[in-house]
């Protein structure tokens, strides 16, 4: 199916397996992109040492295209952004930050540069700073997370309405029927999170991923505003967050609680009680742990059979 996401990229399918901290290292990337879609590794996560092996992992794994996702809130990001053209990486997705800083840099070294937004105003900000496509991610999503709340079914018409470059869709996107759904509304390609957190290849802990694949609807919750707002699961640290809301808290209390590497204690090491576990709001639909090049291909069934479908209307 080539569009202009497909012709940008050089791959197969419009389907973008999304940058995720502590989820998406070189096993999933690599797992992705050698199904035909774009696999990312999430730079978030890993010190630029661990960074520079996943690269060299993943090109060892796939002589298929692949990406870098790359918050601009990482601390050391000059060291990344070094080890991503020192080993000739071919697309970076920048996201929460402003798009001016890296995008000409990058570009000049014939890197591909995609940045995520929440909003129609920071699309358009992208666009200006010359960026070869946008991802517009609505509130459903996991994680890091727009202050609007904007949904993915609002957001995608008016980042469509206002910008002439490649739009991605993502937030609330897991299956085939969403898929079609989010190109409907004026996408060109989608960006696939939680679906592939529970994967056989995605990194983080199986405590995790058996806990996705247990949620329900109404499970998750967007918090935090006050620092970097953030969708997250109910758990016991995110009943604490809302005890200490209770008292109103001032922002260097809510720094105290969150403390340091939550998300790697509640993702990467398993604890379901006291970790910070990020994901969508579409988790309710997911059921079952499997390779990720098997949900690639269930996606794509489905959106060819769901295309089929609406036909008829
Ligand atoms: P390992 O380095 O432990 O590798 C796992 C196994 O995969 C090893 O036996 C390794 O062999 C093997 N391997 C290496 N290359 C390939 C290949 N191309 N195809 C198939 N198998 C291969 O773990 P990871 O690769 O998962 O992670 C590396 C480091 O990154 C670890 O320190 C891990 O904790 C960290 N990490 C960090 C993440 C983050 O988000 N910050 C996410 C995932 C991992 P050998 O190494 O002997 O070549
Ligand atoms: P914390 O400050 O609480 O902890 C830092 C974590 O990042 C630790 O677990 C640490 O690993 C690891 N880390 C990796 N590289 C570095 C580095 N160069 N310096 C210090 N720590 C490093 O941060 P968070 O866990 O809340 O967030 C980490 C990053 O992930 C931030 O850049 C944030 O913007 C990004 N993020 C991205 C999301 C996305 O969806 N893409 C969602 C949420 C956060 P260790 O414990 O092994 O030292």
């Known amino acids: 199916m080539p569009n202009k996401i497909t012709e940008l990229f050089n791959i197969k399918y419009p389907l973008i397996q999304a940058g995720m901290i502590w989820a998406s290292g070189w096993k999933l990337a690599s797992a992705v992109s050698n199904e035909g879609g774009l696999g990312i590794i999430g730079a978030g996560s890993m010190y630029p040492e661990t960074l520079k092996l996943h690269i060299q992992k993943c090109k060892a794994a796939t002589n298929k295209p692949f990406g870098v996702n790359v918050p601009m809130l990482y601390p050391e990001i000059d060291k990344l952004m070094e080890i991503i053209i020192g080993e000739n990486v071919q697309t970076v997705f920048t996201s929460a930050g402003n798009p001016k800083v890296w ?159 939550r998300a790697k204690k509640g993702m990467f090491e398993g604890d379901l009680v006291e970790g910070e576990l990020e994901i969508g709001q579409i988790s309710g639909l997911i059921h079952e742990i499997k390779p990720a090049a098997e949900i690639l291909r269930e996606m794509i069934a489905e959106f060819e059979a769901a295309k089929k479908e609406v036909a008829f209307y």
Request: no cysteine.
């Open 103 to 261: 995008t000409k840099h990058l570009q000049s070294h014939g890197i591909k540069v995609v940045h995520v937004v929440s909003s129609v105003k920071f699309a358009l900000k992208s666009q200006e700073a010359g960026v070869d496509a946008v991802v517009a991610e609505g509130f459903e999503a996991g994680g890091h997370n727009g202050r609007d709340e904007t949904t993915t079914f609002t957001l995608i018409p008016m980042v469509r309405e206002q910008i002439q470059i490649p739009l991605i869709a993502a937030g609330g996107i897991a299956t085939g029927r969403g898929m079609l759904a989010a190109m409907v509304l004026g996408a060109d390609a989608v960006q696939v999170g939680s679906r592939f957190v529970a994967s056989n290849e995605a990194s983080s802990h199986i405590n995790f991923k058996k806990k996705v694949v247990e949620a329900k609807e109404g499970d998750t919750q967007l918090t935090l505003k006050e620092l970097a707002p953030v969708r997250l699961m109910k758990n016991k640290f995110y009943d604490d967050i809302q005890q200490l809301y209770e008292s109103k808290p001032s922002k260097e209390d809510l720094i105290k609680l969150l403390g340091r590497a």
